[in-house]
C-alpha cells in the first residue's frame, strides 16, 4: 500500500483533523501537572553551583573547608573530583574541536561567566546557597575573547590549548556552477556583513533534576525535564564509565524546552556523583540568572562577503558567502549547526549555485544549544535579507521578486541544489493569504495615513521553512567517523484485560499536545473515543518504547511520534480482529472495529466489545489450538532515510517542510526610533493537520519567540566576557501586552511521504525576525533614508541610530551592473 493510501486509510476515521480538547489541560490548568521540582524525597539535598565570576581564568586554588562547617551541609564535588571519576564527554566534532576536553565541572579553567566550577549539597537550597558564598575560589584572570570575528586573530586568546585553535570546525559547501552563475549575471549585489544575534526562547521552567543512587545495582534514577534523554544518556555514560543501563531517565510534565533543555547533561553528570558520593538523592533547580548566564544560548551567527547573482529580470541565479558561527565555550551539541543550516540552503527560492564557506569558532561566552529554529533559523533569515536587499537595490518589488524566485507547487518534490527533497507546500498561495490578511492592496493609504500622524509606515514578509525529522547521517559530513545515520522513534499500544487502550510514547513532550494527537490517532484506527484511549504522560527508559535518540526536537513528532503510533495502532487492530473473527467463527476481513466493538460488518449483532478482547488474552485464553494475538505491540517508525555522500555533502538531510509566511505592518516614530506593529499575520502550511487548534498554538508561540528576538531579546556581552543581560530584569520577553494582534490562516499540502500526511511545525519563529526587519527597512526608506536593515535584532535606539546615521547601513551594500 502506498504512503497516500495508508494517510487515506487513517484519515477516514474520525478525528484526523478535528480540534478535539487537550487531554493534557485537565490536569495541567487545574495545577495538577508534575514537574521534575514537585518530586520530592526523603533525606535529599539540594545542589548549588558555585559559578565562575570571570569570562576566562585559571583555578589556582579551591578550599571548601569553611563550607562544610557550615551546619546542614552535606558536602561538595570539585573540578579535580569530577577529573578524577570521570572521562571528558564524547565530541561530536573531528578535530580540532574534537580534542576539546569538556567535563562536569570546570578543570583547572574557567571558560565563560557563570561556568560550574564547584556543586554544594545542603538540607535546604538557601542553607546551600549560602554554603557556596563560603567557598573561597583563587582564580588567575586571563585574556577574553568574545567577538568571534576575532577569535582566529594571531593574538586571539586560546580557550583550549588541547585543541591548539578556537576553531571547532571548517568547510566549503558548493554545489551548482557558482562562477558561471555570478559570469553570466545582469548585477551583482554585494553585501559585505549581516549578524544573526544571539538569543534562547527562555522556558518558563529552568533546568533541573533529583537524581537518585541505588547503591544495590549501580544505576541512577534521574527524575529531569532534558527533553532528548537518548542523547543525553550518549554522553553521559561513557564519562562516568558505566552501561546505558545504569542511567534511568524519567519525566512527565515539562515547562518548556525548544531545544534549550538538550544540553542539560554535564550538571546531570555533577548531580549524579553527588548522589553516589553522598548516598542521598539529589535536587537540583536552575535560577534564571544562571540559566542566562550559562545555558541553551541560541547560534550567533555572521555572514560576510555575501555576493547575490541576478539577472535582468530579477531571476537569482546564484549565491556565495563566508558563515562564521558563535558556539561558545564548549561544543556541547555542536558543531551539528555546521551541517543542519543546510537543510534549507537556498530558502524558498529556486537559486542552484550556492557556495557557503562556513566556520565555527569558539568564545569566553556560554556554550549554545539547539534553539527554536536551530541553525536553520539564520540561513533563512539570510536568503530574505537578501532578497529584500536585492529588491530594494535594483527597484524590484519585494513581492513579485519572491513569487518570481519561490519554487512552485508544481515543482514538488523538489530537490534542492545539495540533495535535500522539499516534499510539498504553495509558498506563493500562503503569501498570496498573508497580504490579504494585513490589507496589503490598501498599503499606501495606510501610508499616508501613518505619515498625517508624523508616522514612517513599513511592510515587511518573513518567509521560512520548518524541516523536521533529522537524518542524523548528516552529522558525518562534519565527522566521516560518527556512526549515526537514519532516525527512528517508538511506541506501544495494547488492550488491557478491562479493554484499556493504553499509548506509551518515546517521546518527551513539553507541552505540544502528545497525548492528544495520539489519542486521536489510536481512536480512529481502533474505531474509539478519543476519551477511551489513554496516553501515558512523559518518557520513562525503563518502558520499552524509546530508540536511541527519543525525545522531542527538530519538529519530527508528527512524523516520527504519530508514526510510530500509527503502526503499533494498526498492529493492534490486526490482532484485534483476528481474535474476532476466531471467536465469531469468520474470515479476518468480515470484521470491522466501531464504537468500542469488534463486530462482523454484515450484521453488527454480531459483536464482542474490547474488555472481551483484553480479556481473552490476558486471562481467559484455555481452549484456544494456537496462542491467541498478545494485544500488546510495539512498533518502531523509521523514516527512509540514506546516508549521505560525504564528498559532494548531498543527500536528504530531513524528512519535511513545513512553510510558514508572515506579513506585518509597523509604524515607526522618526524622533525616537520607536515602533509599533500595527497588523500581523503568520500563514501555515504543516501538511494534514492532525489538531487544527494546537497547530495555531504552535504558530502563536513561535511567532511570539521571533518578535522578542527581533525587538527585545538578546544576549549582549561586554570586552570582559560579563553578560549585560542576565535576567528579566534586562532581558525582556514579550507579554501579552506586547503582542500586536495576530491573524492566522493555514492551507494544507499534505507530504507525500509521511504515514499522515502531517509535517512537524512549530519553529517558524525565524519569519518573525525577518518580517520586522524587513517592515523596519522598508518604513526607514519609505520615508528617504538610503538604509539597510543589516542586524536581525533592532531594538528602537538602533533603528534611532539609522535614522540618524544611515551611513553605516547604506555603505554594507553595493551593486555592480554589467
Not at 534553539?371 to 513579485?400: C, H, K
Request: charged share 20%; glycine share 10%; hydrophobic share 40%.
Amino acid at each position: 500500500m502506498s504512503a497516500t493510501e495508508t494517510q487515506e486509510t487513517t484519515l477516514q476515521k474520525g478525528f484526523i483533523g478535528q480540534s478535539v480538547p487537550r487531554k493534557e489541560d485537565s490536569r495541567l490548568v487545574q495545577g495538577q501537572g508534575v514537574f521534575f521540582d514537585d518530586v520530592k524525597r526523603h533525606n535529599m539535598g539540594y545542589l548549588h553551583f558555585v559559578r565562575s565570576p570571570y569570562a576566562h581564568a585559571r583555578i589556582t586554588s579551591i578550599d571548601v573547608s569553611a563550607a562544610l562547617e557550615l551546619p546542614g551541609v552535606y558536602g561538595t564535588l570539585t573540578g579535580d573530583e569530577v577529573a578524577l571519576q570521570t572521562d571528558p564527554f564524547f565530541q561530536i566534532a573531528a578535530p580540532p574541536g574534537g580534542h576539546v576536553k569538556d567535563y562536569a565541572l570546570a578543570v583547572g579553567r574557567a571558560r565563560y561567566l557563570g561556568e560550574p566550577v564547584v556543586a554544594v549539597v545542603a538540607e535546604s537550597r538557601e542553607r546551600a546557597r549560602d554554603a557556596a558564598e563560603l567557598v573561597m575560589v583563587d582564580y588567575e584572570p586571563l585574556d577574553v575573547i568574545v567577538d568571534a570575528r576575532k577569535a582566529l586573530d594571531d593574538d586571539a586568546p586560546l580557550l583550549h590549548e588541547e585543541a591548539g585553535t578556537n576553531m571547532s570546525y571548517t568547510g566549503l559547501w558548493e554545489w551548482g556552477d557558482v562562477d558561471e552563475a555570478f559570469a553570466g549575471a545582469d548585477h551583482v549585489v554585494r553585501i559585505s556583513e549581516l549578524h544573526f544575534d544571539r538569543f534562547n526562547s527562555t522556558p518558563l521552567e529552568l533546568d533541573g533534576a533529583l537524581v537518585e543512587f541505588n547503591r544495590g545495582t549501580g544505576q541512577w534514577t534521574m527524575t529531569t525535564n532534558n527533553q532528548l534523554p537518548g542523547f543525553a544518556v550518549i554522553m553521559m555514560a561513557p564519562a562516568m564509565r558505566v552501561g546505558i543501563d545504569k542511567l534511568r531517565m524519567v519525566t512527565q510534565d515539562i515547562g518548556g524546552g525548544f531545544g534549550n533543555k538538550i544540553t542539560s547533561h554535564p550538571q546531570l553528570v555533577a548531580c549524579c556523583l553527588l548522589a553516589r558520593k553522598l548516598n542521598r538523592p539529589i535536587q537540583w533547580t536552575e535560577w534564571r540568572t544562571e540559566f542566562h548566564q550559562s545555558m541553551s544560548h541560541g547560534n550567533e551567527r555572521w555572514f560576510h562577503d555575501v555576493e547575490v547573482a541576478v539577472t535582468a529580470d530579477g531571476e537569482l541565479t546564484g549565491l556565495r558567502c563566508k558563515a562564521l558561527d558563535d558556539a561558545g565555550a564548549y561544543l556541547r551539541y555542536e558543531p551539528l549547526g555546521g551541517v543542519i543550516w543546510s537543510q534549507v540552503v537556498p530558502g524558498l527560492y529556486g537559486w542552484r549555485n550556492i557556495s557557503v564557506e562556513f566556520t565555527q569558532v569558539m568564545t569566553n561566552k556560554a556554550p549554545v544549544s539547539p534553539n527554536r529554529g536551530y541553525s536553520r533559523m539564520q540561513q533563512l533569515w539570510l536568503t530574505e535579507r537578501v532578497i529584500d536587499i536585492v529588491a530594494a537595490e535594483l527597484g524590484f518589488d519585494p513581492v513579485e521578486i519572491r513569487k518570481r524566485n519561490y519554487i512552485k507547487a508544481e515543482q514538488m518534490p523538489y530537490e534542492t541544489p545539495n540533495g535535500c527533497v522539499y516534499d510539498s507546500g504553495d509558498y506563493a498561495r500562503c503569501l498570496d493569504i498573508a497580504l490579504d490578511l494585513v490589507g496589503h492592496d490598501s498599503l499606501e493609504a495606510r501610508r499616508a495615513d501613518a505619515a498625517s500622524r508624523g508616522k514612517l509606515l513599513g511592510f515587511g514578509i518573513g518567509s521560512t521553512l520548518d524541516s523536521g525529522t533529522n537524518n542524523f547521517g548528516q552529522s558525518q559530513l562534519l565527522n566521516p567517523d560518527l556512526q549515526f545515520s537514519g532516525n527512528n522513534e517508538v511506541a506501544t499500544v495494547k488492550l488491557d484485560i478491562f479493554g484499556e487502550v493504553v499509548v506509551t510514547l518515546g517521546t518527551t513532550p513539553q507541552g505540544q499536545g502528545h497525548e492528544t494527537t495520539a489519542a486521536q490517532v489510536v481512536a480512529g484506527i481502533l474505531g474509539c473515543d478519543v476519551d477511551a484511549v489513554t496516553v501515558r504522560a512523559g518518557h520513562d527508559t525503563y518502558w520499552n518504547s524509546h530508540a536511541g535518540f527519543s525525545g522531542t526536537y527538530a519538529s519530527q513528532f508528527a512524523v516520527t511520534g504519530l508514526g510510530a503510533v500509527k503502526g503499533a495502532a494498526e498492529m493492534l487492530a490486526g490482532q484485534m480482529k483476528t481474535l474476532a473473527s476466531w471467536v465469531l467463527g469468520c474470515e479476518v476481513d468480515d470484521i470491522e472495529l466501531a464504537d468500542g466493538f469488534a463486530r462482523i460488518k454484515d450484521n453488527p449483532e454480531a459483536a464482542l466489545p474490547f474488555m472481551a478482547l483484553g480479556a481473552i488474552p490476558n486471562a481467559n485464553n484455555a481452549g484456544f489450538p494456537e496462542d491467541p494475538p498478545t494485544m500488546n505491540c510495539r512498533f518502531v517508525y523509521r523514516p527512509p532515510f540514506q546516508v549521505p555522500d560525504k564528498e559532494r555533502k548531498f543527500g536528504n538531510l530531513t524528512l519535511t517542510y513545513a512553510t510558514q509566511i508572515h506579513a506585518c505592518l509597523v509604524e515607526v516614530d522618526p524622533e525616537t526610533g520607536a515602533y509599533e506593529i500595527v497588523d500581523y499575520a503568520a500563514v501555515d502550511d504543516c501538511g494534514t493537520r492532525i489538531n487544527p487548534k494546537i497547530v495555531e498554538g504552535q504558530v502563536m508561540g513561535a511567532t511570539a519567540h521571533g518578535i522578542g528576538a527581533a525587538i527585545w531579546e538578546t544576549f549582549a556581552y561586554d570586552d570582559e566576557g560579563n553578560l549585560l543581560t542576565p535576567n528579566f530584569y534586562d532581558y525582556h520577553v514579550p507579554h501579552v501586552m506586547d503582542m500586536p494582534p495576530l491573524k492566522t490562516a493555514a492551507i494544507e499540502s499534505p507530504s507525500p511521504f509521511t504515514p499522515l500526511g502531517a509535517k512537524g511545525m512549530g519553529e517558524g519563529g525565524g519569519g518573525a525576525i525577518h518580517c520586522i526587519c524587513s517592515a523596519v527597512q522598508d518604513a526607514l526608506r519609505s520615508g528617504g533614508h538610503d538604509v539597510f536593515v543589516h542586524d536581525s535584532h533592532n531594538p528602537y535606539h538602533r533603528v534611532w541610530e539609522m535614522l540618524r546615521n544611515p551611513g553605516p547601513a547604506r555603505a554594507n551594500v553595493e551593486v555592480k551592473s554589467r
